[in-house]
């Protein structure tokens, strides 16, 4: 259902490019919204691409076949995922290295540079760029050098938050533009793609579309291509024509979303725009998105641009206060009106006052016993409920037994094999009912409470502290476990563990001595 409509709502893009905002504004917010619910699909579809390239890598044996292979997994990473963009872009560098390829080099030098730009190192970018050697390279590596440039000044423009200096990195980027445009004919994609740019930069709104349109018209374009250039779409409609802005934004953004690229900007603004616009659902979608793909990317630019939205939290906040200024007004009327009726009664009130404090601590006192009443009775049902399952568990299993047993009897009695009784009773092992029976004691208790032993272990010496993976429990801890239940009758815990009563004093005192404070152990093992 989803499929179908996405293509009811993009057919009039893609069947009339010229007529790209015959599509509304709000249909395409409908299926950006559609697409983000389906964004682990486009995720995993970038992940088997990936691990198609790096099986490529793993099993070349050519040193060529591997930079090659490398070069498709920094591509596909470099808008992905910053730290194994990074670690392929440095991998890139040793085959060329091994290669000993001068061209392949400075290919490399130029894909680690885009990284550290997107990763937010902008510095490390700018001595990266600055080591590439471009003496007699193709015009293909001297294009991509000029275009990691450009993108490199117009980072540094955007975030030097200072108008001195932005203007020069602008400049910069608009002169390494203009070189890399004159590498390429005016019908060539790359030309289309520096002349939208150029011309989104400049403010140029009617040449930006008119160069756009021709480029969807005339290329096959990657979701990433057409992401990119959409963008600028919508950059340059920003100011005059918001709706259409919004319009090419989301368009990128769903361009973006379907190339499963992280590092991107188009959705943050787009959040940004319908916040202006008020549509405070949609801003909020999107924005948690930008933040999301911010993190999956580790981008520290695009984490600075997502906190730079505060007017969307700080909106909401003023609104939250406008909400209880209005409270604040109403409850002061109230409170007026009540302190003139009170004024009224006032020496009832000093002569009632020293009473009502006297209430208050005792109903004070009262509420504070009963909540630690009401907490007793609550572990100690939750105790019972176990207690009774595990006795009906327990005494149910017992019955199976005697029945079975008599059963045997009843059988042999009557077959008068009188001799085969003591085989019977030589059967019945009381010492391994008893370890049953301290292994299911166990089972139960450590399922109350399982963290009994890591904080008991709170209470012991370091180098005195027990296994917290242990599965049944040592005589000394058993002992404490049934205190903790609230047996406290050494006499009783005697029977029930078929010690003797020297035995459990014993007991109890090695695991006390243990104790890093001796004196209130047994206490604090009750709180736990």
Request: glycine share 2%.
């Amino acid at each position: 259902m989803k499929k179908y409509l996405l293509i009811a709502l993009l057919v009039p893009y893609f069947a009339f490019p010229q007529e790209v905002t015959l599509l509304n504004t709000d249909s395409i917010l409908t299926v950006l919204e559609v697409e983000i619910a389906e964004k682990e699909t486009y995720i995993q579809k970038k992940l088997a691409t990936l691990d198609a390239y790096k099986s490529s890598l793993s099993k070349s044996t050519s040193l060529t076949d591997k930079y090659n292979a490398c070069w498709h997994i920094v591509d596909q990473y470099k808008s992905f995922q910053y730290d194994s963009a990074f670690f392929y872009s440095l991998k890139l560098s040793d085959l060329a290295h091994q290669i000993g390829s001068f061209e392949c080099i400075q290919t490399a030098r130029i894909k680690t540079a885009f990284v550290l730009e997107s990763g937010g190192l902008l510095k490390e970018a700018a001595d990266t760029l600055e080591a590439v050697d471009l003496t007699n390279v193709p015009d293909s590596i001297r294009s991509e050098f000029y275009s990691v440039t450009t993108r490199l000044y117009d980072f540094m423009a955007y975030f030097v938050k200072d108008f001195y200096y932005a203007k020069i990195y602008q400049q910069r980027s608009r002169d390494y533009m203009n070189r890399e445009l004159a590498l390429h004919s005016q019908s060539s994609l790359r030309s289309h793609f520096i002349r939208i740019q150029i011309s989104q930069a400049d403010g140029d709104f009617e040449e930006t579309e008119r160069v756009y349109l021709s480029m969807v018209k005339n290329f096959k374009l990657t979701h990433h291509q057409l992401a990119m250039r959409s963008y600028d779409m919508g950059v340059v409609f920003d100011e005059k024509f918001p709706e259409k802005a919004i319009y090419y934004k989301a368009l990128s953004a769903i361009n973006d979303i379907r190339g499963a690229v992280k590092e991107n900007v188009s959705m943050r603004e787009l959040a940004e725009s319908l916040f202006r616009k008020g549509d405070l659902r949609r801003s909020s979608l999107f924005i948690k998105q930008a933040l999301d793909d911010a993190n999956f990317y580790s981008s520290r630019l695009r984490k600075v641009e997502v906190s730079d939205i505060l007017p969307i939290i700080e909106g909401k906040q003023y609104q939250e206060l406008e909400s209880r200024n209005t409270r604040v007004i109403k409850y002061s009327y109230i409170i007026t009106l009540l302190v003139i009726v009170l004024g009224l009664f006032l020496f009832i009130i000093f002569r009632q006052l020293s009473k009502l404090r006297i209430s208050k601590r005792n109903l004070d006192a009262a509420n504070e016993s009963l909540f630690n009443t009401n907490h007793k009775l609550e572990e100690s049902n939750k105790i019972k409920e176990a207690y009774i399952g595990q006795f009906f568990n327990l005494i149910s299993e017992h019955l199976f037994k005697t029945e079975k047993l008599v059963t045997s009897i009843n059988r042999k009695l009557s077959q008068r094999k009188f001799d085969d009784l003591s085989e019977i009773t030589d059967n019945i092992n009381s010492f391994k009912e008893r370890e049953l029976l301290y292994k299911n004691f166990d089972d139960m208790f450590l399922n109350l409470f399982p963290d009994f032993i890591e904080k008991l272990n709170g209470l012991l010496k370091k180098d005195e502290q027990l296994d917290s993976n242990m599965k049944l429990l040592t005589p000394e801890i058993r002992i404490y476990a049934l205190m903790r239940l609230g047996i406290n009758d050494n006499n009783q815990i005697a029977r029930l563990l078929n010690y003797s009563i020297n035995t459990i004093y014993t007991y109890k005192t090695r695991l006390k001595n243990k104790a890093i404070d001796p004196e209130t152990f047994e206490e604090s093992i009750i709180e736990i």
